[in-house]
């Protein structure tokens, strides 16, 4: 009750947040038709109703993810969640009541997307397309021709914002089909609504008007055609125009996969499947029925036959070089008219099976997005919760930044996925679940390291991964202890080095580092290179011991011997099965063998570097300890 209590507290707050988040990136899409329309408050607020309820779905996923991760957070800055993990209590059990509560958030976001969704979307739908026709003189575009105003289309070079009015105008005008055809131009002009809004008022400003005078010209070819031509200062026209706001039919929408519940999909799918099955049985038959005509028309004993004598005889090439030119450009005209005509009709044909196969691939995207979208809610919780546990930062701070980093990660992948199910690049299910199949192992990897309270999170980790698989090492950094217990024995240290570097100058003679290494020794008859565990154990013996002396000087020197990775220059694996994986796939052996090779000339470059730091060493303690006592 505790983590419920915090969760719903924190949830009903983010969710909030999210909704609005995406209420204000879909009002900013629509913002030019809400912005000076002289809109009622009633049609704003079903405009932001219906609009919040379209994007219910979409916020309770993202909402989900934030408040987990803050409410663990806060819990694991608290203490609160080692406190529980103390008493005994796992981390699956602290996260059942809202493993509950977000199985009925996906439920209800099930019901949403298959109930109230729909609904709204058609409503919206049908409200954002009567804003768009609500007084159209504010909608007149820079540079293109706009012909939302029936009869007219105008064009506009610049426009004043603050003013209204409208510079470089340009429009042509057949309110009456072609009988009445005019052209204006006029250096600026305004467009007005009437206080009725049935009508716009477009007065125009020092410009020329020309008019057609012969109707039947309208539509002839010719030369010269009667016009009339007016020149005037100031004049006003009125264009009939409904610019009161009418909402439109919403069930004008209906036909769209994204405003049907689950049920009225499938029933549109089969209608779909259906209606691509008849246009493809027809295109069959009326294709078969074709070829049966032109193989055996009536008249002729076996025609089949006939073109394949005559093809087998004579070849097509020999028939056509045979003709004259007059029946060669005849024939290749006949042959050309065929094609085009084929051609044509193959792009109707492929125009209507298109355009059914687009509308059957999104309905069956708009049927798993209500799974998907559902689905989501419980995978953001996996990942949340335990992400939370982990980092063990509340708040509004780092909660934040790693929410919308996960989310915008979700929401690319998701929309790449949808898109190209869409347009029927992937398959259709794989295209809408891609979102899921990537973030769900995410989840259980994160519930999984949150239960056994792994470090998902430690860079020293990752840091000394990246090291090992980069070849490179740590450097030493002793400085002088503050506190010495036990001063070291130096004489006896001094002949340890002496035999450490004897042993180091040994292998360097016995081994041949520079000569390059047997490929089958590496990856199938690996052997454990005593002799340099060996070594590594005692140097690193010496330096713990000498790491105690009182003299600065000599600890820094210690710096100065590797730190050696003692079957690095043997194997690329601990693994033996791994060695010899990687020894039988030819290019990942050839890179391993080369990098072998190079830890060998490394391990090399380490002896020479150990000989001649002992004898520094070795000449330090004698200066400074022995010959100084002496």
């Known amino acids: 009750m505790f983590t419920l209590k915090a969760f719903l507290q924190l949830f009903a ?25 002289g809109l009622s408050v009633e049609v704003l607020a079903k405009f932001f109703w219906y609009m919040a309820l379209n994007f219910v779905p979409a916020a309770l996923p993202p909402g989900v993810l934030l ?25 699956l059990r ?31 739908a049908a409200l954002v397309w009567s804003m768009k026709q609500k007084s159209p003189e504010l909608d007149i575009p820079e540079g293109v021709f706009y012909g939302e105003i029936p009869g007219y289309n105008i064009f506009v070079e610049r426009k004043d914002p603050r003013t209204g009015m409208l510079y470089g105008v340009m ?4 309110v009456n089909a072609q009988e009445d055809t005019q052209i204006v131009l006029a250096d600026s002009a305004r467009l007005q ?46 264009i009939a125009f409904d610019g009161n706001f009418n909402v439109m039919d919403a069930s004008l929408f209906a036909g769209n996969a994204a405003t049907k519940d689950l049920s009225s999909i499938r029933f549109g799918i089969d209608s779909l499947v259906h209606r691509i099955d008849s246009v493809g049985h027809a295109l069959y038959d009326m294709e078969h029925k074709g070829v049966m005509e032109r193989t055996l028309r009536p008249g002729r004993k076996d025609s089949a036959q006939t073109v394949a004598k005559v093809e087998t005889t004579q070849p097509f090439d020999s028939l056509y070089r045979g003709l004259n030119q007059e029946q060669m450009q005849a024939t290749f005209r006949t042959a050309t008219t065929k094609v085009r005509q084929l051609i044509a009709e193959y792009d109707f044909r492929s125009l209507i099976s298109d355009e059914d196969n687009r509308m059957l691939r999104l309905h069956y995207v708009e049927q798993h997005k209500k799974f998907t979208y559902s689905l989501a809610c419980l995978i953001f919780f996996f990942i949340g919760a335990p992400l939370g546990a982990i980092i063990r930062k ?30 029927g690049v992937w398959y259709i299910p794989f295209g809408v679940w891609l979102s899921s199949m990537v973030l769900a192992p995410i989840g259980a990897f994160l519930t999984y390291k949150s239960n056994n309270d792994s470090a998902v999170f430690n860079i020293d980790g990752y840091r ?22 036990r001063d070291p024995d130096y004489p006896r240290l001094t002949e340890e080095l002496r035999a450490l570097q004897a042993d180091c100058q040994q292998y360097v003679e016995q081994h041949h580092l520079v000569r390059i290494p047997r490929y089958k020794r590496i990856f199938f008859e690996y052997e454990e290179d005593t002799a340099v565990i060996g070594i590594n154990d005692r140097m690193e013996n010496l330096i713990e011991e000498l790491h105690n002396s009182s003299d600065a000087r000599l600890v820094l020197m210690l710096n100065e011997l590797p730190v050696l990775v003692p079957d690095a220059h043997t194997r690329p694996f601990r693994n033996a099965r791994w060695n010899m994986v990687a020894g039988i ?33 070795i000449e330090r303690i004698e200066t400074k300890f022995l010959n100084a006592n002496e």
Not at 13 to 25: D, G, K, R, Y
Not at 99 to 122: C, D, H, M, R
Not at 585 to 608: A, C, E, K, Q, S
């Open 13 to 37: 707050a983010t969710f909030f947040i999210c909704l609005f988040v995406f209420m204000m990136q879909y009002t900013w899409r629509y913002i030019d038709e809400l912005i000076g329309k």
């Open 67 to 91: 408040a987990s991760l803050i409410t663990f957070g806060n819990m694991g800055e608290k203490l609160e969640l080692l406190a529980m993990k103390a008493a005994g209590i796992p981390l």
């Open 94 to 124: 602290i996260l059942q009541p809202l493993v509950l509560l977000t199985i009925v958030l996906s439920f209800a976001s099930f019901y949403f997307q298959n109930n109230i969704g729909p609904e709204a979307t058609k409503k919206l």
């Open 171 to 174: 429009i042509y005008s057949n």
């Open 193 to 238: 609504s009437t206080e009725d809004k049935m009508h716009l008022m477009l007065t125009l400003y020092n410009g020329e008007r020309f008019r057609n005078m012969d109707a039947r010209s309208a539509n002839m070819m010719k030369a010269e055609v009667p016009y009339m031509r007016e020149t005037f200062a100031h004049e006003v026209d009125l």
């Open 394 to 423: 509340g708040g509004l701070g780092m909660p934040v930044i790693i929410s919308v980093s996960i989310f915008i990660f979700y929401y690319i992948v998701n929309v790449s996925g949808e898109k190209m199910a869409k347009t």
């Open 464 to 485: 000394m991964f990246f090291m090992r698989l980069l070849g490179l090492r740590e450097s030493r950094k002793l400085n002088r202890k503050e506190v010495i217990i």
């Open 585 to 617: 796939v030819f290019p990942v052996g050839v890179f391993f063998f080369f990098r072998i090779w190079r830890y060998r000339l490394r391990l090399l470059h380490d002896m020479t570097l150990i000989q001649q730091t002992a004898k520094n060493l």
